[in-house]
């Protein structure tokens, strides 16, 4: 129920049956909750050689966020831990595949803002990545598209990670990915986003 002022103002002159409606609407209005906002997630690594020690290394990195300050405003709070720790406690939602091997991390993950703070922790993993020198993109996008859309990319290579803001027609290069297609295929086949 919502607390404070009624969203529809009665009107006291009103005809008793108008009064009627008005307080009708004034209950459907106030009982209606939003639906939750989703985001697809997806990423690739590719590890430089096939090795399952660089897979254990990375489980065992610190999620730290500042060490970049390139983030404009996707990052804000986040938990710490480990890599492997945060892995393990989102790994068997409805709609994440995580997918680890020695030759690399490949992820799909739809999320509504409830928990923001795991796709956010999921890109500082990627990003982290490159220390270890591996190469791939890690891609945040609404699950709805349009013309205000906004979308962010980390672009991993070289022992560098490049992370970038998308605004407008540029989330065109985000929308077209099939990572993104697929992330689509995978909440509407399981059902939900978590």
């Not at 610190?62 to 710490?80: K, P, Y």
């Not at 923001?116 to 945040?140: C, K, N, S, T, V």
């Amino acid at each position: 129920m919502v607390e404070g002022p009624s969203v529809v103002e009665r009107d006291p002159h009103a005809p008793r049956r108008f009064r009627g409606y008005q307080r009708r609407f004034e209950r459907q209005a106030t009982t209606i909750s939003p639906m939750p906002h989703t985001v697809y997630v997806f990423g690739d690594l590719i590890w430089p050689m096939p090795d399952p020690g660089l897979l254990a290394v990375w489980r065992a990195m610190s999620i730290d966020a500042s060490r970049w300050d390139d983030w404009h405003g996707f990052v804000d709070g986040t938990l710490g831990g480990t890599i492997g720790a945060m892995v393990d406690g989102v790994s068997g939602r409805p709609a994440f595949e995580l997918e680890l091997s020695d030759t690399g991390v490949r992820l799909r993950a739809c999320f509504d803002d409830a928990h923001a703070d795991d796709w956010q922790r999921l890109a500082i993993a990627w990003r982290l990545a490159a220390d270890l020198g591996a190469h791939g993109e890690f891609a945040w996008c609404p699950s709805e598209q349009g013309a205000a859309d906004i979308a962010y990319r980390a672009v991993i290579h070289d022992y560098v990670s490049q992370w970038e803001k998308l605004t407008g027609a540029h989330t065109s290069a985000i929308e077209v990915m099939a990572g993104r297609r697929e992330v689509a295929a995978l909440a509407t086949q399981r059902g939900n986003c978590s």
